[in-house]
């Protein structure tokens, strides 16, 4: 289990705001873990306090709990949460082979977005901190609902593959499989998880833009470090970046 000791509730509402803010707010009066789903969410939010866009259909949900370990422990669930999303997608009928990730915590079919993860924490006083993971994925079509033009990033769904489950049949998995790489983390540590990480990460060696508050750099993608970094050659000098915006280039 994520928590050792307290099962977590599992709470499903209609329509929320946001259900990282729900689970926000849940912090401010309850230590026990939460799982968080809504079939509506109006207002979410991605990287960098990017819209998230998303519909009825779609998967809208968030983890909240309160493991210990320090903030770059907390950061690096990222990567066992996008294993995770990996699981439940094949457990739906996803071929494993078109399935791929890209650094830090987006989810890609044949290179296209079809899951987002954001982790906030939260803290409800001065000896508890919270780690809130948020988990978005298109089930139904984004582009059938909203204006092409207003989403920048190309995304897949599941509606191109399989039939959309339901998002409460999602949970469930996103759930059994949160829980593997959760209890994988707390035995092996990061290296375990960065290991297969990798297997689906991007080729080393791939052309790739960084960008960086107003600044765009171009490089080679190498690794990703044994902290989480993304490691990359940039006028021939190897850089490690904690946080940036990466876009892949076909070579």
Not at 39 to 53: M, P, S
Not at 62 to 71: Q, T
């Amino acid at each position: 289990m994520a928590s050792d000791s307290v099962k977590p509730r599992i709470l499903i509402y209609d329509r929320l705001d946001s259900t990282n803010l729900e689970a926000s707010r849940i912090s401010k009066v309850s230590f026990r873990p939460h799982w968080i789903l809504t079939f509506e969410q109006y207002q979410g939010i991605g990287r960098y306090g990017k819209e998230w866009y998303s519909c009825v259909g779609n998967f809208s949900g968030s983890f909240l709990f309160f493991p210990d370990g320090s903030s770059l422990n907390f950061a690096q669930r990222s990567f066992s949460t996008t294993l995770s999303v990996r699981d439940t997608l094949i457990d739906f009928g996803i071929p494993s082979r078109i399935i791929s990730f890209k650094w830090p915590n987006d989810v890609l079919l044949n290179g296209k977005k079809v899951a987002g993860i954001l982790l906030q924490t939260t803290v409800a006083n001065s000896l508890k901190k919270g780690l809130i993971v948020g988990v978005g994925i298109n089930l139904v079509d984004l582009r059938k609902i909203y204006d092409v033009d207003k989403i920048l990033t190309e995304t897949a769904s599941f509606s191109e593959y399989v039939k959309p489950p339901n998002p409460r049949r999602v949970l469930d998995r996103l759930i059994h499989n949160f829980n593997y790489w959760e209890k994988s983390f707390k035995e092996g540590g990061f290296v375990k998880i960065k290991k297969n990480w990798e297997l689906w990460g991007p080729k080393k060696g791939r052309k790739i833009k960084i960008r960086r508050k107003d600044t765009i750099l171009e490089g080679k993608y190498l690794e990703i470090s044994n902290l989480g970094e993304l490691i990359a050659e940039v006028d021939g000098k190897i850089n490690k970046f904690a946080s940036a915006e990466v876009y892949f280039e076909d070579n």
